[in-house]
């Protein structure tokens, strides 16, 4: 679960890392009001969505009158704003947050992520921060700095030191950014967050280490034990197909392709996909029914699918041990009929209940295309959607 820059800061701070100062808005003249209780004479307006690169597409604007904080966040809320992280649909601002700003001296990247192979904490730090690490790897790779930390005994402060050495920090700043490292991973740690990123962190011209951006990412799995951190969430940040699924109780995930999959299993699911793939098609979406899936279920399923409008064909493949072929063929019907299906539906079934779950099928009289092995499956729902399509066209 990904949160607001602003929610990461308040949370960073209680780690005792130092961020500007700053208030949250939703007009322009809350923003303006923000800006008026900040002393100083220059704002930054920051557009809250969750997605980085927000600096770019505009989503970050420098102030030096109350009109121009003004403008900032009229042009700002309400707006899509497309960052090369969003996606062409953009992410909706509703929210700013309104800083008093910050003279820099340095731009430092500082980032915090699992590595999965090394099934570590691995520091990740620049001294050429500013731009996305992506950047940086291509255009300065050397100046990457890593550093892994042994979760037996978290990260040590000799460990943050040597990142602050290696990023050639004046010794005046050593134990600033010692400090903000630190901070940094307790809070992934205490927080279960699987990603904190401070890019950048800078040194100010008053030679103070401050985070001037902060991106904290959740392990989705941890936040049953972590209420505080699950209201920070945002559902409008999210993929409404996500949302819409997981507020049911269905495993999905939204991917691009025109192919609609109810599977059971994950890796029966995972196979589909290849499957579709390797058939012709694209994927609209993983989706794990899970087993003894009832005919209830499986109508939600068919939901959660056809929320997605790029669907234009359904493949349902279930090799049941716990499922039963004839709630899943009860459902599919149940489905068709409720919705008034009209996109081509192939269905594969194979183990508990087979025969009962095709007579199921049989007898509705719904034109269900069936399949008896994946491939075959694969194939025709692909077949089926290239057909439709064709139709459409002539
Ligand atoms: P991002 O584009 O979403 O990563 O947003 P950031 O918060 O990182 O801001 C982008 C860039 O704007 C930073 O790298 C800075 O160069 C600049 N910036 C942001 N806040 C300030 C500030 O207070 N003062 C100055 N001078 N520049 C800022
Ligand atoms: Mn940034």
């Keep these: 679960m990904d949160i607001h820059e602003y929610q990461a800061k308040d949370l960073l701070t209680r780690f005792g890392v130092q961020v500007p100062r700053g208030g949250i808005a939703y007009s322009p003249e809350q923003a303006v009001y923000r800006a008026s209780e900040l002393s100083g004479d220059k704002w930054v307006v920051k557009a809250q969505i969750h997605s980085g690169a927000r600096g770019k597409a505009g989503g970050v604007r420098i102030c030096s009158s109350e009109e121009e904080v003004s403008d900032a966040a009229t042009w700002m809320l309400g707006r899509k704003l ?9 992410k909706l601002v509703s929210r700013l947050y309104v800083e008093e700003a910050t003279s820099i001296a340095q731009e430092i990247y500082l980032g915090f992520v699992m590595d999965r192979k090394l099934e570590r904490v691995v520091v990740v730090a620049s001294a050429q921060g500013g731009m996305e690490i992506e950047e940086i790897s291509e255009q300065e790779p050397e100046s990457i700095i890593r550093s892994v930390v042994d979760p037996a005994v978290g990260m040590q402060a000799f460990q943050a030191r040597e990142i602050a050495f290696s990023l050639g920090l004046e010794p005046p700043l050593i134990a600033q950014a010692v400090k903000t490292i630190m901070g940094c991973y307790r809070l992934m740690a205490e927080m279960d967050a699987n990603m904190v990123e401070v890019n950048p962190m800078v040194v100010t011209q008053a030679g103070e280490i401050v985070a001037l951006d902060a991106k904290v990412s959740f392990d989705d799995n941890a936040l049953f034990r972590r209420p505080e951190i699950a209201e920070l969430r945002d559902k409008s940040q999210e993929d409404t197909r996500e949302t819409y699924a997981e507020d049911r109780g269905l495993s999905y995930i939204g991917l691009d392709g025109e192919i609609g999959c109810i599977v059971n299993g994950a890796g029966l699911a995972m ?18 029914v899970g087993g003894g899936a009832s005919p209830e279920r499986v109508l939600k399923s068919f939901k959660a699918v056809l929320n997605d409008p790029n669907v234009e064909a359904i493949l349902v493949n279930i090799f049941a041990g716990i499922n039963r072929c004839d709630w899943i063929a009860e459902g599919v019907v149940l489905a068709m009929k409720e919705l008034d299906l009209t996109l081509p539906v192939v269905v594969r079934l194979s183990g508990t209940n087979v025969e009962e779950g095709r007579k199921v099928l049989d007898d509705s009289g719904l034109p269900v295309i069936t399949a008896d092995t994946l491939a075959e499956a694969a194939d025709s729902v692909v077949g089926a959607w290239k057909d439709a399509k064709f139709k459409e066209a002539s």
């Excluded at 497309?82 to 953009?90: E, F, L």
């Excluded at 589909?272 to 793939?277: F, P, V, Y």
């Design 82 to 90: 497309v960052t090369h992280q969003t996606g062409p649909q953009g």
């Design 271 to 288: 196979a589909t996909l290849d499957m579709i793939k390797m058939s012709g098609g694209e994927p609209a979406n993983f989706l794990d």
